[in-house]
């Protein structure tokens, strides 16, 4: 177990690609988070509701529901929760249009995992 | 062209007829006038000789008709000439009778009849003198005949050569001489006999001069009978006839001249006409030519610029396929990257601290495997297009692979987009076909991208592709959920640029490389019009024929 100002958060983690999703929660579960998957946006929404979720972790293109499609649901129901996009970096959207649109970062695959995991505790530290 | 024909040779049979009918009239007009022409000629010197002779004979008959001189041949002669004159009568009759001059004929017969009593006068006359001759002979004073006036011998011999002289004189002067001497004579009182001689002669002396005169009225009679002027007349009334008929020949000439005029302005038209036609034609064949050999040249130059723009069309569509298909490929090929770089990262972090567990150590290796197995499979798709297609034999491929290779470029679209993609084979095996497998995974990959754009807006996405086996050939149907194409769009559909696609978005060219593709490796691709479902249909044989390596397409 590794200390970090992620211990004990509730976090979602939402890619359509199971392999992607095991090995950020691979990290999340050496920081003692508390993990949560789902493998579309629709689903992911439905997590957040009901699982008191306080950091999402989602991927932009999914089918049933996209990564975008679900900041905008959550950010429309005045949930700020933060929220980490991963993108493909091709053709999907800029960090200045995740910003815009109330995500808190945008990480391009492939993914620099040293900057997520700081991104992520950071997140956790400005929401206290 | 039809109606010169037509009116040339109207013209002709009129001209020909009009020909004819003047020939006709004229020919009969000629051989007629010359007929009647020589019939005058021939009646005129009838006439005339007939008169001649006739006078001839009545002053032969009136004056020198002299018993005392032997002019027996004179008189032969005057027979002689009458005789012709009677001949070439009848002659001239039956000529007249031939040409049916019907009064003529007639006046010709009454002075033959005429002829014929001169003639038979005449003989009376002979006979008479001939009689008075005898007496005169028996007599033998020849001298009292030669002066009948001096009168020495007795009266009964006065009186019978008063009476032989008036006999043979016949002149009025002696006859009333002589009845003067009969009355003397009466009144004396003679003998029988010499009563009887004095009366025989002077029987014959007056029918002498009777004859003489009857001769001499019938001579007039026949000289200034109305044959001449009847001739005349008829002449007159022929040449009236003639004059008409030669005028009526005349209107044909004119009218055959008019014609002939008419004609000759008609063929001089006609040659003008033909003239000018040919002439234009020459130069509307020259300016042909010209034109043709300027729009081949135009069209040439444009042909080229289509080739070249076809070709520059062509190679823009398979970049922008090229593009499509490395935005899929980069998207499929980042995710397995950002797991294998995470993993890594993980394992690297592990080994430093010494938090290791053997067992994370083997599920990430499994990952990082599992995941480089996946991108390697992406890259052995993108091997195909690696190669240059365009030199690359056929070979023998998998058509199972083919497809399952073209499916790694676009599932991972499809699938975000909510299209399912299913490949229904019940068939065994790697299905082995001779081909350019780049090329025919482009075309797969076109018609999956052109069901997914007809079918991205429907609310049931499917796309269906269904492999069966048509021996020599591999048969693949690619179905998906739209509801066919309408008719007129599937005629044109398979022809270069037609496009239904948004500007910009489609080129057109997609459908007619395909089928370009699949017609070059002997195959056939068409729209499965019977199906409910939109379907094109592939056939591809599965092995090439020998001599018949596939074809390029440009």
Redesign the interface.
Known sequence: M?DSPLKGKKVLVVD??P??R???I??LN?RGCIIFEAENGTDALKIVKTEGIEIVVSDV????GTGIELLQSLRKNHTDIPFVL?A????DLTEAEALKMGAQALIE??????KMLKLLEEQVLTSI | MKRYILLSISGFVAFGFLIFLYQHSYSQLSDRHNDVLKLFLMAKQVEATLEKDLLKSRNFLLMTYDPIVDNEKEVELVCTDLHRSETSLYQLLNVTLDHAIDGYCSAIDEKMRKVERFKSLNAILRNSIYFVQKIAAEKSDVNILRSPTTLTATLKDQIINLSLAYALISTPEAKSKLEALLKRESTLGKSQQDSNEVAVAAMHASRILETKERLDELTKDIVNSNSSQLLEDIRKSYFQSYSKAESSANTYRQLLFGACTLFLLFILYNIILLWRAAKSLTDANANLEDKVRDRTRELEKSQETIIQQQQALISSAKMSSLGEMA?GV??EI??????????V??LEECLA?G?IKEL?IA??LA?IR??TDRIGKIVSGLRFFARDGKIAPAQIASLKNIIEDTLSFCNERF????VQLEIKNSLPGDLSLECRAVEISQVILNLLNNSYDAISELKNKWIHIEIADRHPFWEICIVDSGHGIPKDVQDKMMQPFYTTKEIGKGTGLGLSISKGIIESHQGKMFYDSLRSNTCFTILLPKAQEPNSSPKEVA
């Open positions: 590794i359509d690609e392999e992607l095991s090995a950020i691979f990290d050496r293109r999914m089918p049933n991963l493909t970096g091709f053709a695959k492939p993914i620099d995992r040293k | 935005g980069a998207h980042n995710t397995p990257l950002a797991v294998i770089s995470l993993r990262d993980q601290d938090s994370d599920k990430i990952a599992k995941t699938t975000l987009h909510g």
